[in-house]
């Protein structure tokens, strides 16, 4: 089975910075859009960036200039580092591919306030 890792969450400022890492077992990230999604208290999981093999991106509106995804396909993860964050970035943090699989980890929490 399939199985995500998602980890580098915590407790942030306004204004700070934290880059999630995510891994994978029993996928090949280099054959996949690979994305990072968010789900933030009493609202739908939604994506907010993603990468293509060569490398190209995209980000949702209210992240792009903020957030960076990035993927090495020799280690089979993806990151996304987070800078400038903002209350409203607060949620639990996954990855997918995109569109995204039935297989979901565990998710990491970030949570950003003063």
């Known amino acids: 089975q399939v199985q995500l890792v998602e980890s580098g969450g915590g407790l942030v400022q306004p204004g700070g910075s934290l880059r999630l890492s995510c891994s994978g077992s029993?996928?090949?990230?280099?054959?996949?859009?690979m994305g990072w999604y968010r789900q933030a208290p009493g609202k739908q999981r939604e994506l907010v960036a993603s990468?293509?093999?060569?490398?190209?991106?995209w980000y949702k509106d209210t992240v792009k200039d903020r957030f960076t995804i990035s993927r090495d396909n020799a280690k089979n993860t993806v990151d996304l580092q987070m800078n400038s964050l903002k209350p409203e970035d607060t949620a639990v943090y996954y990855c997918?591919?995109?569109?995204?699989?039935?297989?979901w980890g565990q998710g990491t929490q970030v949570t950003v306030s003063s």
């Open positions: 029993r996928i090949i990230f280099s054959i996949y859009v």
């Open positions: 990468i293509r093999n060569g490398g190209i991106t």
């Open positions: 997918n591919r995109a569109p995204p699989s039935d297989y």
